[in-house]
Structures are given as structure tokens and as C-alpha cells.
């Protein structure tokens, strides 16, 4: 009984390590990659950085909750976002990797992106 529980524990402590590592590395405006590179904003208007964690704009974030599902075009994804300071609510966030990077699109139809990965 105590061996099932250990492999139990750590197949959990395994999946929430890769649920937490979706993306391979930063995405984003000019803006936002330097904010990615050194924490620092210009406070630009075109500001826009997806990463493990979730999506941010000059005017909104979004926190990714739970794991990403894997799908063929990319990832899905719940998000609790709030803009200008108002709370929201939780929704699906649909991430679509093309060749121009990732376009996060949300059930209301917003879109952001595409973002290209950051360097």
C-alpha cells in the first residue's frame, strides 16, 4: 500500500511540473520581450507577452489556471482575466501556433497576436 501511494504522489508531482511548462520559452511584441528579458516596461501601448503563466496587454492580464490540453494546432487553456483593473471571470483561452508565432483567442471573439517567440 505504501509503495502504490509513492508512485502515486509522484506521478502527480510529475504531471503538475509539465502542465506548468507548456510553451517553449516567451512570446510576444517587441515590448513585451524586453519586459520578458529584464522585468523592465516601457510602458508602451502595443505591449504583449504570452508565457507559462499567461497572456498580459498594456491594458489587461489573463492567468492561466489548471493544465493546458494539448490540441493539433496548439494548446487550450482556462484563464481568469481582468482589464483596467475590473475583475472577470474564467474562460477558455484557445492558443493557435503558426508560423507567425501563437494568437490567443478567448470564446467572446478577442484576438492577440500573432506573437512571435521571443529572442
Not at 104 to 115: A, C, I, Q, R, Y
Amino acid at each position: 500500500m505504501r509503495i502504490a501511494l509513492t508512485i502515486f504522489c509522484l506521478a502527480l508531482a510529475t504531471g503538475s511540473t509539465e502542465a506548468a511548462n507548456f510553451l517553449d520559452g516567451a512570446y510576444g511584441s517587441k515590448e513585451g520581450c524586453v519586459y520578458a528579458k529584464t522585468g523592465k516596461s516601457s510602458g508602451a501601448d502595443d505591449f504583449l507577452l504570452l508565457n507559462d503563466d499567461g497572456i498580459t496587454t498594456s491594458v489587461s492580464t489573463c492567468d492561466f489556471q489548471g493544465e493546458a490540453t494539448k490540441t493539433a494546432t496548439g494548446f487550450t487553456i482556462q484563464a481568469e482575466c481582468e482589464a483596467d483593473g475590473e475583475a472577470g471571470s474564467l474562460d477558455t483561452a484557445t492558443l493557435t501556433k503558426s508560423a507567425k508565432g501563437y494568437t490567443v483567442s478567448f470564446p467572446d471573439g478577442t484576438k492577440l497576436g500573432p506573437m512571435p517567440k521571443c529572442r
